[in-house]
């Protein structure tokens, strides 16, 4: 958490809130331990300017754009606890380790209770992670079609999910809904997983749009500071295989992230 249909709600978030704001100024908590240079983009601002985002996967990229049109954009990984939040000075969350200052006594601010974000000044997304399995679907699909060979899908398919370099934005939650849909034993090598359950594919990006219309997952340090999709559904009903201990059990993956499998795959 968050993974992609989070990222993608804190990406409308900052759309929607900041949309119309000048703001003039960003500043850094010093608790917290980026060396990551924000001077360029203070400058920027200095006469005013706007802030717009989107996200790709568990990457989110925020742009500042000035009244001459010129433009720097900050690229973040929201770790496990991130979040973005729109308010007056009173709102501050705990834990804020940016502040986007307007000049109209509002804020965005960037929280993290874990202190797991990470942000840097660039110009591309980053190129370790592969296509967004939701938004660029068929270069998604390509992508993993044409590495099949490769080294790394012989592994279990419940460990392969969660490469970012094949599987951008598939995070923990997602791994064991998107699994747990597909009759097949999620123990056996992705190569052979993936060519006998093409759904998987569809899985990838069907189950993120899922959660994205819910609101997201309301999970452990994550809340949804955006207005939910559509009211009356509840995500923890939604879930039918992460964290559920009645029909499934867990077990540790290579990593030591607790992966949820059906009891009949034991």
């Given at each position: 958490m968050p993974e992609l249909a989070e990222i993608k709600i804190m990406s409308d978030h900052i759309n929607n809130k900041c949309e119309g704001k000048v703001f003039f100024l960003v500043e850094k908590n010093p608790v917290h331990k980026s060396k990551t240079d924000l001077s360029e983009i203070n400058e920027l601002l200095s006469a005013?300017?706007?802030?717009?985002?989107e996200s790709r996967g568990k990457e989110l990229r925020m742009d500042f754009e000035n009244k001459e049109g010129k433009k720097i954009s900050l690229f973040f990984m929201m770790g496990m606890s991130g979040n973005f939040k729109f308010g007056k000075a009173q709102d501050e969350p705990k834990h804020t380790?940016?502040?986007?200052?307007?000049?109209?006594?509002?804020?965005?601010?960037?929280y993290d209770l874990r202190r797991f974000a990470r942000w840097k000044v660039a110009s591309e997304w980053n190129t370790d992670r592969g296509p967004c399995p939701v938004e660029e679907f068929n270069d998604f699909k390509k992508h993993i079609k044409s590495n099949l060979d490769k080294k790394c899908f012989g592994?279990?398919?419940?460990?392969?999910?969660?490469d970012q370099k094949?599987?951008?934005?598939?995070?923990?939650?997602?791994?064991?809904?998107?699994?747990?849909?597909?009759?097949a034993d999620p123990k056996e090598n992705a190569r052979d997983f993936i060519t006998k359950n093409l759904d998987l594919l569809q899985l990838c990006k069907q189950i993120p749009?899922?959660?994205?219309?819910?609101?997201?997952?309301?999970?452990?340090?994550?809340?949804?500071?955006?207005?939910?999709?559509?009211?009356?559904?509840?995500f923890k009903s939604w879930m039918?295989?992460?964290?559920?201990?009645?029909?499934?059990?867990?077990?540790?993956d290579s990593s030591g992230r607790t992966f949820w499998i059906d009891k009949k795959w034991k």
């Open positions: 005013g300017g706007k802030i717009t985002s380790h940016l502040k986007f200052f307007t000049d109209n006594n509002e804020f965005l601010f960037m592994k279990p398919i419940y460990e392969v999910l969660m094949y599987f951008n934005g598939i995070g923990n939650y997602l791994r064991a809904e998107i699994l747990g849909r597909i009759n749009q899922e959660a994205y219309i819910l609101g997201g997952g309301r999970l452990k340090d994550w809340y949804n500071n955006e207005q939910i999709k559509e009211e009356g559904l509840d039918r295989f992460y964290y559920n201990k009645d029909g499934c059990i867990p077990f540790k």
